[in-house]
């Protein structure tokens, strides 16, 4: 059975910063693309970012240079450590395994960025 968990969520002020989490099981993990994703109140679920199995990453352009996607094959973990948030950074942000044809979604974690 395949579980993708998040932890990491929470209330942060705007120019903080919060790390996320994302355990996998059930799953060859290094050979999975894994990913970051969220979805605001009203709006599409959007990638914000991804690594391969080698550790290239990419970024949406609104996160790039605050956030940074990781990863540890030895231990099934990805992590997204976010800096200099912001409140249109507010969403619940959902962990993802792809791989071909084949994706896996997490329960997600809300993160909310006010004052």
């Known amino acids: 059975q395949v579980q993708l968990v998040e932890s990491g969520g929470g209330l942060v002020q705007p120019g903080g910063s919060l790390r996320l989490s994302c355990a996998a099981s059930?799953?060859?993990?290094?050979?999975?693309?894994m990913g970051w994703y969220r979805q605001a109140p009203g709006k599409q679920r959007e990638l914000v970012a991804t690594?391969?199995?080698?550790?290239?990453?990419n970024y949406a352009d609104s996160v790039k240079g605050r956030f940074t996607i990781s990863r540890d094959n030895a231990k099934n973990m990805v992590y997204l450590q976010m800096n200099s948030l912001k409140p249109e950074d507010t969403a619940v942000y959902y962990c993802?395994?792809?791989?071909?044809?084949?994706?896996?979604w997490g329960q997600g974690t809300q993160v909310t960025v006010s004052s």
């Open positions: 690594i391969i199995s080698s550790g290239t990453t």
């Open positions: 993802n395994a792809n791989r071909r044809v084949t994706t896996f």
């Open positions: 059930g799953i060859i993990f290094s050979i999975y693309t």
